[in-house]
């Protein structure tokens, strides 16, 4: 019963550096969800999936891209981390996005651009 | 004026209390209101979800919603050190596309 899972749980980069981070959910949601969280300022929405096939900015799309792989999979890649990229990042899935769905959240990605 | 705001804190109470979180929106469209606590280094856990005016009670857990005034709350009773963590507002609506909104988050301590 694993709900949503990422990789890797911590990663330290050097600025320029790219990566990508994985995210997958085995609860057969459609829409699925990445954010950064950083002190003081709360969740903010990077990217979302609403639907196998589809992709859209969020909040604060700048810097990164991301990929819906399969129904299942959503993963976010760093094409060049910079400092201000340091975070603890989140993804989450909704059975579909509209109002009433709640959103079931990994354990998080620490990540340490130096 | 942000989206989502809520008091910071840390809200401080003791154990036993009733603890008292507050959250204020700013579309009056929205529909959706949900309440998450995360503790320290952990992931958002949903604890309460609230579509309707008025109260909804989950055990000791109990939200409140008014939307003519715009504002969601939730109170604990009996409220236990293992309450302690960061609680977060997040709001869903037409005017955000559907998406959650989140309010920075109220931290809660509670003194044994």
């Known amino acids: 019963n694993a709900g949503v899972t990422q990789t890797p749980k911590f990663q330290v980069l050097k600025t320029g550096q790219s990566m990508t981070l994985q995210c997958a959910q085995d609860?057969?949601?459609?829409?699925m969800y990445w954010y950064r969280q950083d002190p003081g300022m709360g969740l903010r929405l990077i990217y979302y999936?609403?639907?196998?096939?589809?992709?859209d900015k969020g909040e604060v799309p700048n810097g990164y891209n991301v990929s819906r792989l399969n129904k299942r999979e959503f993963s976010l890649r760093l094409e060049s981390a910079a400092p201000s990229q340091t975070s603890v990042y989140f993804c989450?899935?909704?059975?579909?996005?509209?109002?009433?769905?709640?959103?079931?959240f990994g354990d998080g990605t620490r990540l340490s651009i130096l | 004026q942000k989206e989502v705001e809520q008091n910071s804190g840390p809200l401080s109470v003791p154990e036993g209390a009733i603890a008292s979180l507050n959250c204020t929106y700013s579309?009056?469209?929205?529909?959706?209101f949900f309440w998450y606590r995360q503790y320290s280094g952990k992931s958002p856990e949903l604890i309460m979800s609230?579509?309707?005016?008025g109260d909804k009670e989950d055990g000791r857990f109990t939200a409140q919603l008014n939307k003519a005034s715009q504002y969601v709350s939730l109170l604990i009773r009996d409220s236990q050190p293992s309450d302690s963590a960061t609680y977060l507002c997040?709001?869903?609506?037409?005017?955000?596309?559907?998406?959650?909104?989140f309010g920075a988050g109220t931290i809660l301590r509670v003194k044994s």
């Open positions: 609860m057969n949601h459609n829409s």
């Open positions: 609230i579509y309707s005016n």
């Open positions: 579309d009056r469209g929205s529909q959706s």
């Open positions: 999936s609403a639907s196998e096939g589809t992709t």
């Open positions: 989450a899935s909704s059975d579909r996005l509209s109002a009433g769905q709640p959103q079931h």
């Open positions: 997040a709001v869903k609506g037409m005017e955000y596309g559907n998406k959650l909104v």
